[in-house]
């Protein structure tokens, strides 16, 4: 009980130091990413045509159903650990910031399907009842890991042009493990469940 009391500490310490203003700007920039993708693709209907076969042979390759044609709890729960992991790791790259593009990339694809739907005749209502489920679970899990691979990639970067108030790379690489394993990891462990059992059952009342 200590231990996990010591954990939570820190986790609090952590995110209320350099991470939070990073937290901050990464869900600020993500809500403006998906209005931008939005509104683009509603101006560009052809544009939105491209980007829409584009998300759906991608949808395609993730391939998340098990034998019976259902949802797959685990492989949705893998392939977005994967992703936030992987996010959050190239932020050890400096000066790229290759997190950013991540996270524009996501943005912009919740903003193209709102498009679709709106443009398709649909009611944005039923794209969040798609969607909010599990994204009210899921999409903080994906801020977090943008938001931790720009923090470490702000230390990285800091500490390789000599900066001696940068934090060492083992300290900003525990605090960004801390949150993987205490916030992102349950969180998404949620997402994968309603996303699998829970959303289909609430699409089926409008179908």
């Known amino acids: 009980m200590s231990f996990l009391k010591a954990q939570w500490t820190q986790l609090r310490e952590f995110c209320a130091g350099d991470y939070r203003g990073e937290l901050r700007r990464g869900a600020a920039a ?3 990413l998906v209005v931008i993708g939005f509104v683009v693709c509603l101006l560009f209907p052809q544009l939105l045509e491209q980007l ?23 492989a949705v729960l893998g392939n977005n650990l994967r992703a936030c992991a992987l996010c959050i790791l190239y932020g050890l790259i400096p000066f790229v910031y290759l997190s950013a593009l991540t996270l524009g990339l996501n943005a912009l694809l919740l ?14 209502l039923l794209y969040a009842v798609s969607l909010l489920p599990h994204g009210i679970f899921e999409l903080p899990a994906l801020v977090l890991s ?10 990285v970067t800091r500490r390789c042009r000599g900066g001696e108030d940068a934090p060492s790379v083992r300290l900003a690489l525990t605090g960004a493990l801390r949150v993987f ?13 309603v996303e699998a059992r829970i959303t289909p059952a609430i699409l089926s009342l409008f179908s």
């Open 30 to 32: 993500f809500a403006v």
């Open 52 to 74: 829409t076969q584009w998300i759906l042979a991608l949808f395609d390759r993730l391939n998340v159903l098990d034998d019976s044609g259902r949802i797959s709890v685990a």
């Open 111 to 124: 903003g193209v399907l709102a498009a679709y739907y709106l443009h398709s005749g649909q009611s944005l």
């Open 146 to 155: 943008f938001s931790l691979g720009l923090y470490l990639c702000g230390q």
């Open 181 to 193: 394993c205490m916030l992102i990891v349950p969180l998404l462990a949620a997402a994968s469940v």
